[in-house]
């Protein structure tokens, strides 16, 4: 996965911020997006969003 690849384009989040805030605790989308934000602009991103958190969670646990 490329860390450097803009999730939110509204705010400039990256996969990399959004695995950043799940190694500083996040354990959950609604907590990844309290932390950065993610998707609570338009909302366009929102399903990819949530699809690449879900795969970041996924990886930690293994």
């Known amino acids: 996965m490329d860390m450097n690849k803009t999730v ?3 705010y400039g ?3 990399g ?8 605790g996040a354990g ?16 366009s991103c ?4 949530r699809n690449v958190v879900e795969e970041l969670l996924k990886e930690q646990d293994s």
């Open 28 to 43: 959950s989308f609604d907590e990844v997006q309290e932390i950065t934000n993610v998707s609570t602009a338009c909302g």
């Open 13 to 15: 989040v990256t996969i």
């Open 46 to 49: 929102e399903e990819y969003a």
């Open 8 to 10: 939110c384009t509204c």
């Open 17 to 24: 911020d959004l695995k950043e805030a799940i190694e500083n």
